[in-house]
């Protein structure tokens, strides 16, 4: 193995930690090196759970950087893109009667934020392992403060760790959507407790179960996080 | 030019305006990837103030059109239509044959600075100018508000600026820039660009550059390249021009703009013939008193 690589010495497939689907190629699933944080509020959903059938994945905007901490406070920046949305294919908005424009609820295992459904052709159906899987991209940059705020898509990831940098996988998730817009106060909870119950048991994906405390050999962020 | 680096005339210094040198954009949406910069630029050397924060659900702009706070407007168009011989993508599913004639365009729209320019004709002020460079400036010391350019813009690009933003009541565009070239400085959108889809330099530069671009392009399959520079109509010809895929419409610009004062010779003739007609039914009427 190349010197200092957690994992190799060649690239290969494996799915994320949350995939509509499992892994064609071998009978494990994940990268056996990837780091899991297993508490109660960063749950992965099993691979194909029916209750988040959709791919999620985030993405930036040239019009903000990073969470949107800098360009939502700026007026010539906020302005143009002015509002959280999440992006879905026609075939998606159809099934669900969503139009262009209207408010959705993105739900995952971690939470449910509010978006402004951006109906396009660029968001394309997936063909996966003989099945049609649906997308929603969402831009990661608002939040509740500044001139422009919004659902913060990060409220939806998990936390993880990338065997050789320890970044948590933030680009492909599951998730479901729910037409209209989210209910605040206590009807929050009474609304994600429905589509992603926050009761039960810590850890739901079964590879999540054989990964053992030090397995990926200790990385930076190892320090100070709760392991099972 | 993209690899001339700082020679390249959206970077370097110049002496244009002293120089009583005819100066231009031209646009080509081929190479913009609709990062905004160009728009964003443009408010903040200007000044130009925010007019709301509105989201629109037409892709990613968010702006809509140009106007008295927005003097460059990135347009994002999605065709789904085939339009002419187009690169067609075939990643899609369920189209059956494969192809898929989706594109996303987008396009850096601005004031055209026409050759014949609606708006100066217009100006009962002087308030609009023609500049040295060519470019047609509004000054807004000058301007009471009127609202005349505003409806005689064959563009739809000068606008005035709604309460209760400042110098509000007043006509604003495009300046090109002017107190920039005045220092030799190139307009600050054609210096932010990355990908120089703006391109800023002599208008007889930039119309041959963009000539060959056309025919470039055409020889890469583009058969639907055209260049979008009406100098057959009343406008003849723009200090902005464009390259477009497909038709004008697409890109809500018109297809034959015609400046209005070009009717002013059948109106006033008109007017002409009601006066002497209604003076003639005046004398009429007291001759059989
Ligand atoms: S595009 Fe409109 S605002 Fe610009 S110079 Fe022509 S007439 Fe005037
Ligand atoms: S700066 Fe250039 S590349 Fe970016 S949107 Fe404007 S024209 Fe397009």
């Not at chain 1, 969402?138 to 705020?149: E, F, I, K, S």
């Not at chain 2, 010809?237 to 703009?257: D, N, V």
Request: hydrophobic letters at 35%; aromatic letters at 8%.
């Amino acid at each position: 193995m190349p010197k200092g690589l957690k994992d190799g010495p060649f690239p290969t497939h494996y799915e994320p930690l949350e995939s509509p689907v499992s892994n064609e190629l071998y009978s494990h699933d994940t990268n056996p090196a990837e780091q899991w944080f297993a508490r109660q509020e960063n749950r992965f959903a099993p691979p194909g759970d029916p209750r988040f059938p959709y791919v999620l994945t985030t993405y930036r905007l040239t019009e903000h950087h990073t969470a949107g901490g800098m360009s939502r406070f700026l007026s010539h920046l906020a302005k143009l893109q002015p509002e959280m949305f999440a992006e879905i294919s026609p075939e998606l908005a159809t099934q669900h009667k969503i139009n262009n424009a209207d408010y959705i609820c993105v739900v995952t295992l971690r939470g449910a934020i509010e978006a402004r459904a951006l109906v396009s052709r660029r968001i394309r159906p997936l063909a996966l392992n003989g099945k049609t899987v649906h997308q929603v991209a969402l831009p990661y940059h608002y939040g509740t403060a500044g001139l422009v705020r919004g659902g913060a898509a990060n409220d939806l990831l998990t936390i993880s760790g990338e065997p050789n940098v320890t970044i948590m996988e933030a680009k492909a998730l599951t998730c479901n959507i729910v037409p209209g817009r989210l209910p605040r106060g206590p009807a929050f909870a009474e609304f994600l407790n429905k589509y992603a119950p926050q009761t039960g048991p810590t850890i739901l994906h079964p590879e999540e179960r054989s990964f053992r405390k030090g397995q990926s050999g200790g990385g930076h962020a190892h320090e100070g996080k709760t392991w099972m | 030019m993209i690899g001339e680096g700082t020679q390249s005339t959206n970077q370097r210094r110049h002496n244009y305006l002293q120089e009583n040198v005819e100066v231009g954009f031209f646009t080509d949406p081929t190479v913009c990837i609709g990062c905004k910069a160009c728009e964003v630029a443009c408010k903040e050397w200007n000044e130009v103030p925010d007019d709301g924060f509105t989201w629109l659900g037409n892709s990613y702009d968010n702006t809509g059109h140009l106007g008295a706070s927005t003097w460059r407007h990135v347009l994002f168009l999605e065709q789904d239509r085939q339009k002419g011989s187009q690169i067609v993508s075939s990643h899609s599913l369920g189209s059956g044959d494969g192809e898929d004639p989706f594109r996303w365009v987008f396009l850096s729209d601005v004031c055209k600075h026409c050759e014949e320019a609606g708006c100066l004709e217009a100006c009962p002020t002087g308030a609009i100018v023609r500049t040295e460079v060519g470019s047609v400036l509004v000054q807004n010391d000058v301007c009471n508000g009127c609202g005349y350019c505003v409806v005689s813009c064959p563009f739809g690009v000068i606008d005035r600026r709604p309460q209760p933003l400042p110098d509000a009541g007043g006509a604003f565009k495009c300046t090109f820039c002017y107190d920039r070239q005045k220092s030799g400085l190139p307009p600050a959108c054609a210096k932010v660009c990355p990908t120089e889809s703006i391109v800023f330099g002599r208008l007889d530069d930039l119309r041959a550059r963009a000539t060959q671009r056309v025919q470039q392009l055409r020889e890469h399959g583009y058969a639907d390249a055209q260049l979008y520079d009406p100098i057959d109509t009343s406008v003849r010809g723009t200090h902005a021009f464009f390259l477009i895929l497909g038709e004008p419409e697409a890109y809500g610009l018109p297809p034959k703009p015609q400046v209005p004062t070009i009717h002013l010779k059948s109106a006033w003739t008109a007017a002409f013939a009601t006066a002497i007609g209604a003076l003639i039914a005046t004398l009429c009427a007291f001759a059989f008193l």
